[in-house]
């Protein structure tokens, strides 16, 4: 028998699965770019690694943008979340674009859950512009532009941490 830890992780507390497929993920990142566009122009993107690469290199390719920098962060241990750590802020050559605090650089992630990954980005660079594809509530604030918003209590499974498996039909117990 697997031993479990007591505590519920965030990913149980959610309890509402929101299952995202690449197909949805592609749209809902070409949305987002959609009202990029009339914000910027940028002149670079900056992926808050990892959820972000993948929105960064889809927007990137949208708004024409080559420059793409990362900022590394280490918090949810699979869906437990500890303490944040960065691990690699951005290059001299990217801090330069945005002035030192940010101004015209666009920062990028796959979500903004309790807002505690966005929080510390944006102490980082306070000017720069920032854009997730999903936003829960709490979160939201700290966030510029968004496409989707989901309740609190919903865990978003994106494409890159599932795969496809047998569903039993719903009149036997399927969610
Ligand atoms: O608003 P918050 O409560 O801080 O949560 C949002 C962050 O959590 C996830 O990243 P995670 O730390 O799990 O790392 P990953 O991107 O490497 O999967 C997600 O990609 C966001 O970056
Ligand atoms: O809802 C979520 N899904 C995936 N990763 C996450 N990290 C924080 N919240 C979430
Ligand atoms: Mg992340």
Request: glycine content about 10%; charged content about 25%.
């Amino acid at each position: 028998m697997v031993e479990r830890n007591s505590e519920p992780s965030a990913q149980e507390r959610a309890g509402r699965p929101f299952p995202v497929s690449w197909d949805q993920f592609h749209r809902d990142c070409r949305a987002l770019t959609w009202r990029l566009n009339e914000v910027g122009p940028f002149h670079a993107v900056i992926a808050i690694t990892r959820g972000g690469l993948v929105p960064a290199a889809i927007v990137a390719r949208e708004l024409g943008l080559r420059i793409i920098d990362t900022v590394c962060v280490a918090s949810y241990d699979h869906d437990k979340q500890g303490d944040l750590k960065v691990l690699k802020g951005i290059s001299e050559q990217t801090a330069k674009l945005g002035g030192g605090t940010g101004k015209g650089l666009l920062i990028v992630d796959d979500l903004v859950d309790t807002g505690k990954t966005g929080r510390l980005v944006r102490q980082l660079l306070p000017d720069a512009h920032f854009a997730t594809v999903y936003a829960k509530p709490k979160g939201r604030p700290l966030v510029d532009t968004y496409i989707t918003e989901v309740s609190q209590d919903t865990w978003i499974y994106f494409p890159w941490d599932t795969a496809l498996s047998f569903q039993p039909p719903i009149r036997d117990g399927a969610a």
